[in-house]
């Protein structure tokens, strides 16, 4: 006789698509497994959220390339050394979010909120930015598009 071995996280989370199981599992989960796996990237690439509360979250070294981050709020969050290429950031918010060595290169920022959030030696190489704000961000050391100034 053969007996199928499933555990009830398999059968919990089977019907529901990658974007609504990171959601679930929540915060506690991915950092966790950022701790365990120091040298992996949590992989959130090709991905789709909209709207979704990330506040707090830790994705330090996490992976969100070409994925759409649409309205979602990343303050309070970790996201230093992510690789963010070419990512939709629409209307999220990284209100005193730290942005350590983050990757943004080819991204598009509309309507993005950085206000007082940590951007040290971010790249924003060929990315779009327009109406962010970064009111009492710290910027330091950030390699912005060509032609774009901080008014």
Sequence with gaps: MCYKIVNKYQ????????????????????NDWIKKNPNKRFDLSNLSFEGVDFSGWRFSKSSF??????????????????SALGV??????FIKSALYRANLSRSIC???????????????TNSK?????????????????????LD
């Design 65 to 82: 390339n070409n994925s759409k981050f649409i309205n979602c709020d990343f303050s309070n969050s970790d996201l230093s050394e992510v």
């Design 88 to 93: 939709n950031f629409t209307g999220s918010m």
């Design 11 to 30: 059968t919990k989370y089977q019907t529901m698509n990658k974007e609504e199981k990171i959601v679930k599992l929540g915060k506690n989960y991915i």
């Design 110 to 124: 509309i309507d993005v909120n950085f206000e007082n959030a940590w951007l040290y030696r971010c790249v924003f």
């Design 129 to 149: 930015i327009i109406n962010c704000n970064f009111h009492l961000a710290k910027i330091q050391k950030v390699r912005w598009p060509v032609g774009f100034r």
